[in-house]
């Protein structure tokens, strides 16, 4: 859930569901014969009917379902739940509420054929929910949540590298190839950006000192979070196994006065087995492992 996006700057409010059946291409047409392959692959994501711009709602659904596909391959051996996604200008954000049949409610921001921007957000919130942002309560800021921001935006960087990098690969649609140009155009911007880079002779730890403490309570300081991330995608690559992800909210708290003992819960909730991206994050910090 952020505030903003690269291009738009966003306010993170609740909205009403927009609707909740998938949009179809008219039976018959080619793209209905396209779409029809796509459901019987995976339905798990369904694009609402709504203000999409020029894009078609089956094509977002593609996409995304590609993007969910591609990000279950670091979680072996987990579903993913039913989820909705609605066009809003209030997104991009994941609702607490869920649908009418029990399935998350994703809202998007990202209008038109700019598939780069749908990857970009759809892949933060789709973290959230493999993070079990919903074991929080609700419309309340917990201590240390940024951390979970910080994850989802490392997550959106990840999954737009991959794409841009394998495009002529995951593109749903073989014509979708010419896009490739343009998404690395986004993604070198996304990587580019100056607030994502320490400043000069500044050390991580000396600006984590500095910055760390306005985070614990602030989860949504966005160039913050996103320079912190930059850290964690080099991990999130060297790291295939995402699992110990789905412990971050187990046994949640909101008291956990330090990063390192919220990282410390995380750890022992985590199986040994899945515990390396945990202690790859102390490592990042320079704290200790529990003992």
Known sequence: MRKATLLTSIVLTLVGF????????KSGSPQAN??????????????????????????????????????????????????????????????YQ?????????????????????VYEFSHELLHILAGYDLRAPA???????????LCEAASLYMLKRYALSWDVLAPRPEWKSYMAELQRFTNRAFSEKHRRLPVNV?????????GQSLATRPY?????????????????????????????LDNREGDPTLQDYLARWYRKTPPAQRQLVESAFGIFHFNLPA
Do not use: C
């Open 18 to 25: 927009h609707g909740t059946g998938a949009a179809e291409p």
């Open 140 to 150: 309340r800021t917990a201590r240390n949540q940024w951390f979970e921001e910080m």
């Open 203 to 211: 050390t991580f730890e000396d600006w984590f000192r500095e910055n």
């Open 221 to 249: 300081l966005r160039e913050k979070n996103e320079l912190v991330a930059m850290m964690f995608v080099p991990l999130l690559e060297q790291i295939q196994d995402w699992r110990a992800i789905g412990y971050l909210n």
């Open 98 to 118: 869920k649908g009418p049949s029990n399935e998350y409610q994703v809202l998007l921001a990202a209008r038109d054929a700019h598939w780069a921007e749908y």
């Open 34 to 95: 396209d779409f029809t392959r796509e459901k019987k692959a995976s339905m798990l994501i369904r694009v609402a009917p709504g203000d999409w711009g020029n894009a078609n709602p089956a094509e977002i659904e593609a996409l995304l379902n590609s993007v969910g596909n591609e990000m279950l391959k670091h979680f072996p051996g987990q579903r993913l739940p039913p989820i909705i996604v609605s066009p809003s200008r209030n997104g991009p954000l994941v609702m």
